[in-house]
């Protein structure tokens, strides 16, 4: 029979109440020493909820895209728990160390340090100065017969990911996964009811493997912590001359009003698209590209900053309308993920291989690579 055990008040853990300016106690201490952690918070730790205290919960809070009000509610307490936060590497600045020196000891772009508390890029080093690297997974989905040909033991690279429907998931629930290996189901072509709820819970309670929900982002539901490790959002180009990152972003922030950030990964299918007179749209090959290029109807327009690329051309008596990604728009992605501070990002449809991608991932972040397994072009 379990035993009631009274504690006062000051020697609660974090996260068994609510904490603001004045409050004292062993969850404060707590509270400071993982916000020392992620570079938030230099005083002492003290156990005392004093105004450094609270302005590094406001630091902690935009970071996360939490309410910013300095009070550590529940909210906050559940994000402070989350394993994926301490994805910052922090140094402090030697008095011979300047940014150039920094980058090239972690291999990353100059532009790639930040401030910890407000997570703007640096323009130069300060001697004592507290710096920051953030962690973000740069995914890229192969097909399997990629993988047959030895193509991506070119690099090192965290665990596989693997993509699967739901009705395929009883069956690998038999079979043991190697370590740090993720699965990928694919719940965008169906209803999310009860009954699949409840079959997703059975199946992560019978695997080590990480399990990862793909979702579309205008969904209903977004899976709790008991139900799933990860949420993975494609998001789909339209073929449009509005076609911008900020046409997706909204919709990224849409869903981390209701999803933490350390848990979400957006797919970007980087194969170009073409639209017919009609309105039909569809994928395009490398080569069909170079077609549309030598039937080009006027120039080629970028559309905003880092953007993907516009155009029109002639197919017989029709004319069409073409979309596609360069390395400038991957680097606007890039770059994106990072700003809003999210766990990752899956490319598919790449034409060249891993190194060039996480050269580019390194400009903003430490990238770290992984391969996610598929079955054909897109995801399962």
């Known amino acids: 029979m379990p035993r009631l055990v009274i504690l006062p008040i000051d020697g609660l853990p974090l996260g068994k109440r609510w904490l603001s300016l004045g409050d004292q106690g062993r969850d404060v201490r707590q509270l400071q020493e993982i916000l020392t952690a992620l570079g938030l918070y230099e005083a002492g730790v003290t156990g005392e909820y004093d105004l450094l205290t609270r302005e590094g919960v406001k630091a902690f809070q935009r970071a996360y895209h939490l309410s910013v009000d300095g009070v550590t509610g529940p909210d906050t307490c559940r994000l402070l728990a989350e394993a994926k936060i301490h994805n910052r590497v922090l140094k402090k600045i030697k008095e011979e160390e300047n940014l150039s020196f920094l980058a090239d000891l972690y291999g990353v772009g100059r532009q790639a340090f930040k401030d910890p508390e407000t997570r703007r890029r640096l ?3 300060k001697t004592g100065r507290l710096v920051m690297l953030e962690k973000r997974e740069l995914i890229f989905s192969v097909p399997t017969q990629e993988l047959v040909e030895g193509t991506v033991e070119k690099i090192r690279m965290g665990g596989p990911l693997y993509s699967a429907r739901p009705e395929e998931l009883k069956g690998l629930a038999e079979k043991p996964m190697e370590p740090g290996a993720s699965l990928v189901v694919d719940l965008t072509g169906e209803k999310l009811t009860s009954g699949k709820k409840r ?17 579309r982002p205008d969904g209903y539901y977004y899976p709790t912590p008991e139900e799933a490790d990860a949420l993975l959002i494609p998001l789909s180009a339209s073929v449009s001359e509005q076609y911008t990152h900020g046409v ?45 290029r030598l039937n080009r109807v006027g120039a080629p327009k970028r559309l905003g900053a880092y953007g993907w690329i516009f155009y029109r051309y002639r197919w017989k008596e029709e004319i069409r309308a073409v979309l596609f990604p360069d390395a400038l728009t991957v680097r606007g992605i890039l770059n994106h993920i990072d700003r809003l501070n999210l766990r990752g990002v899956v490319l598919s449809g790449l034409e060249n291989w891993p190194e060039i991608w996480q050269e580019e991932g390194n400009r903003y972040f430490l990238a770290t690579p992984r391969i996610l397994v598929m079955k054909e072009e897109g995801l399962a």
């Open 123 to 125: 323009e130069r080093a």
């Open 199 to 215: 079959m997703l819970r059975r199946f992560r309670s019978k695997t080590d493997a990480e399990l990862i929900w793909r979702l």
């Open 248 to 292: 997706w972003l909204p919709e990224v922030k849409r869903v981390l009003t209701y999803y933490p950030c350390t848990r979400l990964l957006l797919h970007f299918d980087l194969r170009g698209k073409e639209k017919g007179e009609k309105g039909e749209e569809r994928f395009i090959t490398p080569a069909e590209r170079r077609m549309t």
